[in-house]
């Protein structure tokens, strides 16, 4: 069946530019996660939705990043006046159930954001 | 706070040898882990994961992981390594009542011919 999908795979703009980044879960999965990839810091978590409770936006690195996810299904993640710092790889996960611990996330193919 | 460690930042192994991928893990509670395989260019494949039962955990592509409490551990291992095994390898761990995943920084395997 289809995978997690994201949307460009590939973002370059200038600094101080809004962007939107896409995912598209696996269908019928309730949970989807955010993650960030970056040279300097790893794999991070950013944020996390689970059906129609609010989510969790611990990992959200400042108030210039934000997401929604609407219907329970598409989310965006979007980052306003980026910074050459927000430059990663945002990579999008959702798995079936969300608030299981042994429940497995599958990733999509990520997107490459590069600030100018 | 939950967190892994992968002491290698890279293995170097030739092919039809065995393969072992080091990882080690701290949580409060009860330990839920993962490894996953990333490709160049590529987002992050499962290959398997250990929640509770048998400490030999089998998963995709040949790859089994082997769950040691006292020792924190939970190494990766194949017995035959395949020249396009050659990857980045996450370990992860998900605390209980947590939902995020925490990564280590990633063990890269080279499998020479």
């Known amino acids: 069946g289809a995978g997690v999908s994201q949307s460009p795979s590939n973002k370059v703009t200038e600094k101080g530019k809004d962007v939107e980044l896409r995912c598209d879960p696996i269908?019928?999965?309730?949970?989807l996660y955010w993650y960030r990839q970056s040279l300097g810091q790893g794999l991070e978590f950013l944020i996390y939705?689970?059906?129609?409770?609010?989510?969790?936006k611990s990992g959200l690195p400042s108030d210039r990043f934000s997401a929604e996810r609407t219907g329970g299904s598409v989310s965006t993640l979007t980052i306003q006046r980026t910074q050459q710092e927000d430059s990663a790889v945002y990579l999008c996960a959702s798995s079936p159930l969300g608030y299981a611990g042994t429940d497995t996330q599958y990733f999509g193919p990520g997107t490459r954001l590069t600030v100018l | 706070a939950q967190s892994v460690a992968q002491p290698e930042d890279q293995v170097n192994v030739a092919e039809g040898n065995p393969l072992t991928v080091k990882c080690t893990y701290s949580?409060?509670?009860?330990?839920?882990l993962f490894w996953y395989v990333q490709y160049p260019n590529r987002g992050l494949q499962f290959l398997l994961k250990y929640i509770t039962g048998d400490n030999l955990v089998k998963g995709s592509y040949g790859f089994e992981a082997e769950f040691n409490k006292s020792q924190t551990s939970f190494h990766l291992k194949k017995p035959s390594a395949l020249v396009s095994d050659s990857a980045l390898y996450f370990c992860?761990?998900?605390?209980?009542?947590?939902?995020?995943?925490?990564f280590g920084t990633g063990t890269r395997l080279l499998v020479s011919p």
């Open positions: 269908s019928g999965h309730t949970a």
């Open positions: 949580v409060s509670g009860n330990p839920y």
């Open positions: 939705f689970q059906g129609n409770s609010a989510p969790d």
């Open positions: 992860a761990v998900r605390d209980e009542g947590f939902q995020k995943l925490v």
